[in-house]
Nanobody
């Protein structure tokens, strides 16, 4: 079992930056997939950014060039650097980690990001 705790959300003005963190309760070396998802009120959850163990990243078009996903296995942490934030980035952001060869997937509780105009 893996517990994930996100932090770093908050209220920020449009154009500002936030850095989200997702700390795992145990070593993250085995996570071959990590991702950040978001869900805005009245909308479906969507993938924001993901990274494989090989370092391949994927971003939803709306955040390309503004958001960066990274990980630190030494700190058992996944990060999401968010720059040039827009009102439409407002959502609850959750991290997801997977050990796909074991069929395991874990979610954090989410952290709220609110961007004011």
């Amino acid at each position: 079992q893996v517990q994930l705790v996100e932090s770093g959300g908050g209220l920020v003005q449009a154009g500002g930056s936030l850095r989200l963190s997702c700390v795992a309760s145990r070593s993250s070396f085995s996570f071959n997939y990590v991702g950040w998802y978001r869900q805005a009120p009245g909308k479906q959850r969507e993938l924001v950014a993901s990274m494989t163990s090989g370092g391949t990243t994927n971003y939803v078009d709306s955040v390309k060039g503004r958001f960066t996903i990274s990980r630190s296995n030494a700190k058992n942490t996944v990060f999401l650097q968010m720059n040039s934030l827009k009102f439409e980035d407002t959502a609850v952001y959750s991290c997801n980690v997977r050990i796909t060869y074991l069929g395991q997937s874990y979610w954090g509780q989410g952290t709220q990001v609110a961007v004011s105009t």
